[in-house]
């Protein structure tokens, strides 16, 4: 087959097996060769570079001719369902073929390929190769990998590390973060990812503009480009470390849909979803019409039931070290917990310390292991461990609505209008509500139980501290809803100009985003304070609220402090509460674009692309008074403010000898906020033989300030922090976040430098390799509440007046509030290398007899340098800190696949290398240096790597007169446990699971099945 179809193409086009290329191919028909009917191709797959020739195969007769096919390079993705290192881009479309009677008439039907737009640069030509990497998951390899989410697969790319989902920022209560699925690109932040639909941007769910994917057509999504390289100059602002494109199927005919569930091999996060599309021409083929609809609905896992997370792992002070002890300063332990707090309260000071309150308000002695408050090892570890008090996956709701008709004006010009809405909801635990020993009883308290008491009189005690994890309080919950709703109407087409033909487009969008942030079950800090506080009533007898007293009609319930089990509702009702916020995000974007063919050189055509944008950013907001402060978290503050952008670029394409392009862009941007940026793209490729290429990009790209970083208000929550004016003791305060309107863009300088290999003594390999090197100058960044406190006490003055502290006759007491706001102060680095290769195989090459194809992928990214330096703190490289968003050393993803009619099966393969807790650690167990601030001792300094294996199935039949897909997907086949990552010592370590989620398959086998229809 592989060696007809080679004499086919060199019959029809004069071409030696080498150059069937899709450049070559459309740079030889648009000399006018001649054509083969479509029936004499039709089962032929010929395969060069990774690529099988879409033109080979029958497709869809277009409604019209000469617009751009649009800003993907979708037809090529469909034929192959995989896409490898990609650098020369056709998409194959035809005239009108309305069926004849005649088979004469059939075979004249004229054929053309047109350029296409892929992301990453705004050039639309036939054989373009552009320097710019690019990564496509095409819409077969999507349904091979069966995801409830497509995020969910991008994230799985190893480019793409450090990104949020349901899963990761569900702890997060007071940003309004939790349920969202955002992307990040190296590592460097999803404010640093452009994500978009189409080619254009979508309205931010969050105040810090951040795009839910969650909020896109899922059915709809044909395919994914990902550019991972700098790319502000053709996009504008964010598009720092890449760009993931996700691209509709706006051309679909017929009605298809899908319907899939699954659930873990423990019977947890059940998930269901449905998928439903219609499509139709209309007006003799002048008009399209599409309408998609989705819902999905997934249980959650409340709780954190997975035996690796119930071994205590932390890291902990350890209680053995003092300075030239020769012992480590830090221990990462087994059978860890809290030294300071128990679920019905204990007493941490006094002759009392260890008498801590059970069920029904019993009185016991703590078994302390060896302790260094907050922790201890051993002892009764296991009844004050917390950290499965908290939802190891939210509750998710999903419904959505996406419509788009177009019409064809003239055959040159298309005018559409599109609107999409999306809902999404999630609900998760978010962990106890602990008071670290910070909780003070007077001896009066009527609800101490008597043998207490007894000992507090013999003992003239009166007070004392007591630290717990409240049982008797729900645990906390984050409660989040965004609808996104968003409108666009536009135009594109094409004329003819200097003898040349010219693509333009234009449209406005309009973008809205509501969404209510609530923190559930949360305590009010001065009923909490006056309801524990409680006596007995001289007059009754009854235990009442101190306040009362004085103040009969004030409401207040007691609450006991002192005990599990021993409140009424009435009394839990009185002391929490559901602080909200109301956000509303608007993005109004009006964009014009031209591109074409200027003028003949002497290496050939000259081509350019330029275009206008305006965009406006807005946010406003409602939070009731009350729910504004005096909450344990939560205290939303609501946000105003606006900006708007106005820019317009210039890109082109040069050739400059043969095989040897250039590609440059220019952009021009002005804010109204920070003023006029510049940012630009120089690229050159060079291709001296048909088998490789060479490419590489120098580039300025910028950051603007988000909406949250200038504008926010002020969010609350409550954390930990040492306080080293006050012996070192941990304390608990108030943490302010709030934006600064006098914020700067960043700016960032990185090279790309890489080739793509395609040897056709190999017919069908790709393989392409890239290193790149970002510089982030001016980033906008934060020092943390730890940081301030610190520098405060090493005599900085200018950190101190972000600090509250209560104050006593005596002077300076407790931290009571910390103020964090974001500065342009630090360089962010980074360096790696992205390798990726693709081979396909026809197995009648190897023998006849045998079907199918083999389609075998790689995608690997080597991480060799990811730091911040804020000028205060000492740099640390993150890369291969397996600890919270610290990128690997190493990330891989591997498939196999076997398509052969009408099965499909594909094996693949994760793998994240092993890593450390900080590159800064110096790991010894004896004979240890001092620890310093900079380079602290610990024991055990390792984190496991991982490897999982997902197996998917996919059946294709016919029934009646619809396509039907079966399929079937397990994921981590082999249900391996993630690595354990202990967290501590400080901060909300207590309550943290023991892994990364972010880098760590944490569900366990999970098996998904389900089957698609398609009805055209």
């Avoid at 602002?237 to 298809?256: C, H, M, Q, R, T």
Wanted: aromatic residues 10%.
């Amino acid at each position: 087959m592989a060696a007809f179809c080679q004499d086919l193409i060199s019959e029809f086009y004069g071409l030696s097996p080498p150059h069937y290329s899709f450049g070559t191919f459309a740079s030889q028909t648009a000399t006018g060769a001649a054509v083969p009917e479509i029936g004499a191709l039709a089962s032929c797959e010929c395969h060069q570079g990774g690529h099988m020739s879409s033109f080979m195969k029958p497709y869809r007769t277009p409604r019209r001719t000469g617009l751009v096919a649009g800003a993907s390079a979708s037809a090529i993705i469909l034929s192959i369902g995989l896409a490898g290192p990609s650098y020369a881009q056709v998409s194959p479309t035809a005239e009108d073929a309305t069926p004849t009677s005649t088979p004469e008439a059939a075979g004249e039907a004229e054929r053309t390929f047109e350029a296409v737009t892929v992301t990453g640069s705004r050039i639309a030509r036939s054989g373009y190769e552009s320097p710019t990497p690019l990564t496509v998951l095409g819409e077969e390899e999507i349904n091979a990998r069966a995801p409830a989410n497509v995020a969910d697969f991008v994230n799985e790319i190893p480019s793409v590390v450090g990104s949020a989902t349901p899963g990761t920022s569900n702890l997060s209560i007071s940003s309004g973060t939790a349920g969202l699925n955002s992307i990040n690109l190296r590592s460097l932040g999803a404010n640093r990812t452009l994500v978009l639909l189409d080619g254009q941007r979508s309205v931010g769910s969050i105040i810090t503009g951040a795009v839910d994917v969650n909020t896109f057509p899922q059915g709809l999504i044909k395919n994914v480009e990902i550019v991972t390289g700098g790319a502000s100059a053709a996009y504008g602002s964010d598009a720092v470390s890449g760009v993931i494109n996700f691209i509709l199927d706006k051309e679909y005919e017929g009605f298809k849909g899908s319907v899939e569930g699954g659930q873990t091999t423990y019977g947890d996060d059940t998930a269901y979803r449905v998928n439903l599309t219609a499509g139709t021409a209309f007006g003799n083929d002048r008009g399209h019409a599409i309408f998609n609809a989705e819902l999905t609905d997934r249980e959650g896992i409340y709780g954190i039931p997975r035996d690796w997370n119930n071994n205590g792992n932390y890291i902990i002070n350890s209680p053995y070290y003092t300075p030239g002890s020769g012992m480590p300063e830090r221990l990462r332990v087994r059978h860890g917990g809290l030294s300071i707090a128990t679920p019905g309260g204990l007493i941490v000071n006094t002759d009392l310390r260890g008498t801590y309150f059970g069920v029904g308000g019993s009185v016991n002695q703590l078994a302390y292991g060896e302790t260094r408050d907050p922790w201890m090892v051993g002892g009764d570890w296991q009844y004050t461990q917390t950290n499965d008090k908290q939802s190891l996956h939210a509750d998710e709701r999903r419904k959505g609505l996406f419509g788009r008709v177009s019409w064809d004006l003239t055959d040159n010009i298309e005018v559409y209008a599109q609107a999409s809405w999306n809902k999404h909801a999630s609900l998760g635990w978010t962990g106890v509500q602990a008071n670290q020993g910070n909780v003070v009883i007077q001896s009066d308290n009527a609800f101490i139980p008597e043998s207490v008491r007894q000992q507090l009189d013999d003992l003239g005690i009166s007070q004392f501290r007591m630290g717990t994890t409240n049982a008797d309080i729900p645990l906390r919950k984050t409660d989040n809803e965004r609808e996104v709703t968003r409108y666009v109407i536009g135009a594109e087409g094409n004329f003819d100009m200097f003898q040349r033909n010219w693509n333009w487009d234009a449209y406005f969008q309009r973008g809205e985003t509501d969404a209510t942030v609530m923190a559930r079950d949360i305590t009010n800090n001065a009923r909490l304070a006056m309801a524990q506080d409680a006596v007995f009533d001289p007059n009754t007898g009854d235990i009442v609220c101190r306040s009362t007293l004085t103040d009969p009609t004030n409401g207040c319930i007691p609450f006991n402090r002192m005990g599990i089990g021993v409140n009424s509702q009435a009394a839990v009702d009185y002391i929490i509460g559901n602080p909200y916020r109301d956000d509303h995000f608007e993005q109004d974007v009006f964009a014009a674009n031209i591109a074409g063919d200027l003028m003949e050189i002497w290496a050939g055509t000259v081509s350019v692309a330029a275009g206008l944008e305006h965009r406006r950013e807005e946010v406003s907001g409602y939070v009731p008074e009350e729910y504004q402060s005096g909450w344990f978290v939560g205290n939303y503050k609501p946000s105003f403010g606006s900006y708007d952008v106005t820019e317009g670029y210039v890109e082109t394409l040069i050739p400059l000898a043969e095989g040897l392009n250039f590609n440059g862009a220019i952009r021009g941007t002005d804010y109204s906020t920070s003023g006029y940026v510049t940012t630009w793209k120089a690229g050159l490729t060079y291709e001296p033989i048909p088998d490789v290429l060479f490419r590489v990009t120098r580039s300025r790209d910028i950051r603007a300030p988000n909406l949250a970083e200038l504008f926010q208000a002020g969010s609350t929550r409550t954390n930990n922090l040492v306080d080293p004016f006050n012996g070192n003791q941990v304390v608990q305060f108030r943490e302010t976040v709030t934006g600064n309107q006098a914020l700067d863009p960043e700016e960032a300088d990185q090279w790309n430098l890489g080739f793509v290999l395609q040897p056709r003594y190999i017919p069908g390999l790709s393989f392409s390799a890239d290193y790149y090197t970002i510089e982030i100058n001016g980033s906008i960044g934060s020092v943390d509440a730890q940081t301030i406190v610190d520098r405060c006490y090493e005599g900085a003055e200018e950190y101190c007046a972000a600090i509250v502290r209560g104050q006593t006759a005596g002077g300076a007491s407790a931290i009571e509030s910390v103020s964090v706001s974001p500065f342009n102060f630090a360089t962010v680095k980074a360096r790696g290398v992205d390798l990726e290769a693709t081979y396909r195989l026809s197995m009648d090459d190897l023998v006849d007899s045998w079907e199918g194809d083999m389609i075998f992928r790689f995608m690997g990214t080597h991480y060799l340098e990811n730091y911040v330096n804020n000028g205060i703190d000492t740099p640390t490289d993150t890369v291969g800190q397996n600890i919270g968003d610290g990128p690997p050393d190493w990330l891989y993803r591997m498939s196999a696949t076997y398509d052969a009619d009408p099965w499909s099966i594909q094996l693949a393969a994760r793998a994240i290398s092993e890593g450390v807790y900080n590159n800064s650690f110096i790991e010894c167990t004896s004979g240890c240096p001092v620890s310093t601030a900079d380079n602290r001792t610990i024991n055990n300094n390792h984190i496991d790597g991982a490897f999982y294996v997902d197996l998917s199935m996919n059946y294709r039949m016919q029934i009646g007169g619809a396509e039907v897909n079966p399929f079937f997907r397990v994921t981590n086949l082999l249900n391996e446990d993630p690595a354990i990552v202990a967290y501590g010592p400080g901060g909300s370590a207590y309550g943290s699971p023991s892994t990364n989620q972010g880098l760590y398959d944490y569900l366990g086998r999970t098996f998904r099945v389900g089957f698609r229809f398609n009805f055209n």
